[in-house]
């Protein structure tokens, strides 16, 4: 399913690598981290090429919903009793000098992308205490920020938080613009990494940096980041004749997290967000946004629908930095949580800033080696009871296995001790497939919203047919043998 971005812009196709080349730095990805780092690195004089597995944009990029913003939930309540003030401030000065770096580089390179200044409110249906609190937190942290109970939501709040001075604009106009000069190969999957270069399936790239750009690094060891990241995903609706506010909304209560904010004509409605892989019932994501879309606008009509993947990891920080301490000159941008637009901004200022001995000074925070309350913890060893190894070769069950299922769904079959995952189409088509993660062999669930296999364990997700949609697996299911 597309997103409006990905309607409004057709990004012009890269060519494969041509072979073995040697760069300086080499950057894994070509979403808007590493189209932006490698921006940044080839303005400071530093040969940079850009790797792609698939085209620039065609992840998360093309699937936000736009937002530019140092508003991240109640992160600054949250920094603030954790890690104390000081970090906390590093954390602020951080996105709100991306928020300000956006503006700058836009108007410098003349950048036609729908950028629109505006405020970011942060709201509560349950309780004005939780608002006053991130209110007073971020204020300590130096963001222009207050109370208030006055927003334009079509239902009372309790309170919100409003920054000012923040920003939306259309991510893909954005991304295709800044790609223009840089050295881009797509439909180049890097399979591994070594030292001082990758390899790929068109040839290999040495390079003095290497930098993990990838949305989910793939490389199990050093780093351990599957330990220390889970996926989340989320869901986006298009609306006509909804509403159109000036300024951008998220609800910070669980049960009425939605995010709100204007695209052209259009109302972008976000919510029903969940861990990959977990999904119970039925009940389609989409169908439960909509339902509370119409409550709120009966006339409101659905254009488009599309879902996003986020990283999430257990402090509620992202790994930006030296990828490990085994690996000197390898670098690592990940785990943005649900702000990848100003992450990512965050992550090319401070990447780039380290390869040229210019690292921003509140730079420590994000460091992937820090060791603050929660960083790590193990989300693989908390699967542990499914990880099997061996991946069981996907059977055609027998149809008395099959019996039940129904055109449109996907399920867990088990017969005689043996295990499938099955789809059928509308037309009655089975689709088995192994049921187990190649990544490291969890058990996956089936997301009937989006007819894909998901891993509950760290995200990966398959197509019905077994087709790798999202690492950090690395190849596809294995089909019926
Ligand atoms: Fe790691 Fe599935 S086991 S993503």
């Not at 190969?185 to 001082?196: F, L, P």
């Not at 199990?220 to 989340?232: A, E, H, I, L, T």
């Not at 999904?279 to 119409?294: I, P, T």
């Amino acid at each position: 399913m597309e997103s409006i971005w990905e309607h409004e812009v057709t990004l012009p196709e890269r060519k494969n690598l041509p072979g073995n080349i040697e760069r300086e730095a080499v950057v894994i990805g070509g979403g808007l981290c590493g189209i932006l780092t490698g921006y940044y690195l080839q303005n400071a004089g530093v040969k940079t090429v850009i790797l792609e597995a698939d085209r620039i944009g065609s992840g998360q990029t093309g699937k936000t919903t736009g937002k530019i913003t140092s508003q991240h939930g109640c992160a600054y309540a949250r920094l603030v009793s954790r890690l104390g003030r000081e970090r906390a401030r590093q954390y602020a000065q951080g996105n709100q000098y991306a928020v300000t770096e956006y503006g700058r580089l836009i108007r410098r390179e003349k950048i036609d992308c729908d950028f629109h200044r505006c405020a970011a409110y942060l709201y509560s249906v349950r309780s004005s205490e939780e608002m006053e609190r991130e209110a007073a937190a971020a204020a300590a942290c130096g963001i222009h920020g207050n109370y208030t109970e006055e927003t334009e939501l079509p239902f009372p709040v309790k309170g919100a938080v409003r920054f000012s001075g923040q920003a939306r604009f259309s991510p893909l106009k954005f991304l295709e613009h800044l790609s223009r000069e840089l050295e881009i190969y797509e439909h180049t999957k890097v399979v591994s990494a070594e030292h001082d270069r990758v390899m790929t399936n068109w040839g290999t790239v040495k390079a003095d940096y290497i930098i993990f750009a990838c949305h989910y690094p793939f490389v199990n060891f050093p780093g351990f980041y599957f330990m220390r990241m889970y996926q989340q995903r989320s869901y986006v609706l298009a609306l006509k004749d909804a509403f159109l506010p000036e300024h951008m909304y998220l609800g910070a209560d669980p049960d009425h997290s939605y995010s709100f904010r204007t695209a052209g004509d259009h109302l972008l409605l976000g919510g029903e967000g969940h861990r990959t892989g977990e999904h119970w019932g039925l009940a389609s994501r989409y169908e439960k946004l909509g339902l509370r879309a119409r409550t709120w606008w009966p006339r409101a009509v659905v254009t488009d629908r599309w879902s996003a993947q986020d990283c999430m990891t257990m402090d509620g920080l992202p790994y930006i930095g030296r990828f490990s301490r085994m690996t000197d000159h390898w670098y690592v941008a990940a785990g943005f949580g649900k702000w990848g637009m100003t992450s990512s901004m965050v992550s090319a200022l401070i990447l780039s800033g380290m390869i040229t001995g210019n690292t921003p000074e509140w730079a420590g925070v994000f460091s992937p080696s820090r060791l603050t309350p929660g960083a790590s913890s193990s989300q693989f060893f908390s699967h542990s009871g499914k990880t099997a190894k061996n991946l069981a070769k996907a059977w055609l069950p027998p149809k008395e296995a099959l019996a039940g299922l129904k055109p449109g769904e996907g399920k867990i079959v088990e017969w005689k001790g043996r295990k499938a995952g099955v789809y059928m189409d509308e037309a009655g088509g089975i689709y088995p497939v192994s049921p187990r993660c190649p990544h490291m062999g969890c058990q996956l669930t089936f997301n009937q919203d989006e007819k894909s296999w998901d891993c509950p364990c760290h995200g990966s997700r398959f197509s019905y047919k077994g087709e790798l949609l999202d690492g950090p697996a690395q190849e596809g299911l294995k089909e019926n043998g």
